[in-house]
């Protein structure tokens, strides 16, 4: 199982990005996608994840500027990052775990993608 993210970039304060990260290989079932941020000389933290029939979390400090979603025809799980702000600077990561055709549980990261807000 392998996972493509995209869509950092530079944007404004005020601005807005969508981050998407695409799973593929061979899913059987994805349990948890979800994304995390590394902003600079801190470690890695959450940002907000779609547990399976379950429920939806975010950090406090993104609750009602991100939203995140997922396309399970694609497995496929999106950011949408709006009211950007200098602090969310950083590179996000998607996550993703389940179970592959074989049965065997995976718990993969993406590549990371760059998110800068600046004016």
């Known amino acids: 199982v392998q996972l493509q993210a995209s869509g950092g970039g530079l944007v404004q304060p005020g601005g807005s990005l969508r981050l998407s990260c695409a799973a593929s290989?061979?899913?059987?079932?994805?349990?948890?996608m979800g994304w995390y941020r590394q902003p600079p000389g801190k470690q890695r933290e959450l940002v907000a994840t779609i547990i399976t029939g379950v429920s939806i979390n975010y950090a406090d400090a993104v609750k009602g500027r991100f939203t995140i979603s997922r396309d399970n025809t694609k497995n496929t799980v999106y950011l949408q990052m709006n009211s950007l702000k200098p602090e969310d600077t950083a590179v996000y990561y998607c996550n993703v775990a389940g179970y592959d055709s074989g049965r065997r549980y995976f718990n993969r990261w993406g590549q990371g993608t760059q998110v800068t807000v600046s004016s």
């Open positions: 290989g061979s899913i059987s079932s994805i349990a948890v």
